[in-house]
């Protein structure tokens, strides 16, 4: 973890401090990467419930066809 905070701080993507060095602070690149990288997950996530949808439709589509008419 604390290879990552280095590495986020080297690309000025945040700011440690305080006494200890415990204090994180996000600058504005980070909280633009942060944002980038939500809005990719809810789009991955998105997409994901879409296949999925499909894949109940087609499902439930075959199920009815295999049904005798009423």
């Known amino acids: 973890m604390l290879t990552v905070l280095r590495d986020a701080e080297a690309q000025d993507l945040i700011v440690r401090g305080g006494i200890a ?3 994180i602070t996000l600058l504005p ?3 633009d990467a942060l944002e980038m990288m939500i809005a990719s997950l809810f789009l991955y ?3 994901c ?3 999925a949808l499909q894949t109940c439709k087609a499902t439930a589509d ?3 066809a295999a049904l005798p008419p009423a």
């Open 29 to 31: 690149r980070g909280r």
């Open 45 to 47: 996530m998105a997409e």
């Open 62 to 64: 075959r199920s009815a």
């Open 21 to 23: 060095n415990n204090e």
């Open 49 to 51: 419930a879409a296949i």
